[in-house]
């Protein structure tokens, strides 16, 4: 009985690989990106970018007058590329998107947001977007590299 039940999955298996060979055969090649289609992908990634600026900068979010620039001034000391991560505050594996909303809801006194939502994607772009030309260093818990002290201007508590 015992060799018949393995016989059976081992033949669903097959099947099943031969189903998703079959798909992957069939399957056209994707054609190279054109350079009109790599500047309208940019034009579209530096206008979500542009509206997480906006977002971050803006008191909206909450409803003390705080913003995420207060404390995070250009996205210091967000370290984007270390999510998902375990987060003291939050008490567990927490992803950048449930660390905005943390913030939102917490420093700002503000309303989560869905994390699917075109203002969260914004944000999160935005965080993102800023940490581009840093050493990626993975599991890096550290502030912003390299620190950055900012003692007047926009966003300073």
Request: charge should be neutral.
């Amino acid at each position: 009985m015992r060799g018949l039940k393995t016989l059976a999955l081992l033949g669903a298996g097959s099947v099943l690989g031969l189903g998703i060979s079959f798909i992957f055969n069939t399957a056209e090649a994707r054609k190279p990106f054109t350079e009109e289609d790599l500047k309208l992908m940019n034009e579209e990634l530096i206008a979500l970018v542009k509206k997480g600026d906006e977002l971050w900068h803006s008191p909206k979010l909450g409803k003390n007058g705080l913003t995420c620039a207060n404390c995070h001034p250009d996205a210091a000391n967000t370290n984007p590329h270390t999510f998902p991560k375990f987060q003291d505050n939050v008490g567990k594996v927490a992803t950048l998107r449930e660390m905005i909303n943390w913030c939102i809801e917490r420093p700002l006194e503000g309303k989560a947001l869905p994390e699917d939502s075109e203002e969260m994607k914004a944000l999160e772009a935005y965080a993102i977007y800023m940490y581009r030309g840093y050493t990626l260093r993975p599991g890096d818990n550290t502030r912003a590299y390299p620190p950055v002290r900012v003692e007047s201007g926009p966003g300073y508590p």
